[in-house]
């Protein structure tokens, strides 16, 4: 089992900074890729930023040149560096990772999310 643990959510005005941070641990062989989904109120989940194993990243149009995906890979750990915040990035954050097993499946697992809020 793999667990996924969020932090950095916090509540900051508009033109602020935040940097999310979420740590894997458990039955961990290999990492294929971190990335980060936001949920606003009413709406979908949608994709914020990607990071694969190989160094490729994939970011939302509506985040492109304003957030940074990261990792450590020492520690298992992906980071959302956002700036410029604007109050539609307003959203509950989830961690989503797609990690291969000893037995060589792969499977997705998603945190328990954390709160971003920006205020104008």
């Known amino acids: 089992q793999v667990q996924l643990v969020e932090s950095g959510g916090d509540e900051v005005q508009a033109g602020g900074s935040l940097r999310l941070s979420c740590a894997a641990s458990?039955?961990?062989?290999?990492?294929?890729?971190m990335g980060w989904y936001r949920q606003a109120p009413g709406k979908q989940r949608e994709l914020v930023a990607t990071?694969?194993?190989?160094?490729?990243?994939n970011y939302a149009d509506s985040v492109k040149g304003r957030f940074t995906i990261s990792r450590d890979n020492a520690k298992n750990t992906v980071y959302l560096q956002m700036n410029s915040l604007k109050p539609e990035d307003t959203a509950v954050y989830y961690c989503?990772?797609?990690?291969?097993?000893?037995?060589?499946?792969?499977?997705?697992?998603w945190g328990q999310g954390t709160q971003v809020i920006v205020s104008s």
């Open positions: 458990g039955s961990i062989f290999s990492i294929n890729a």
């Open positions: 989503n990772a797609r990690i291969r097993s000893s037995s060589g499946r792969e499977f997705t697992y």
């Open positions: 990071l694969t194993s190989g160094d490729n990243t």
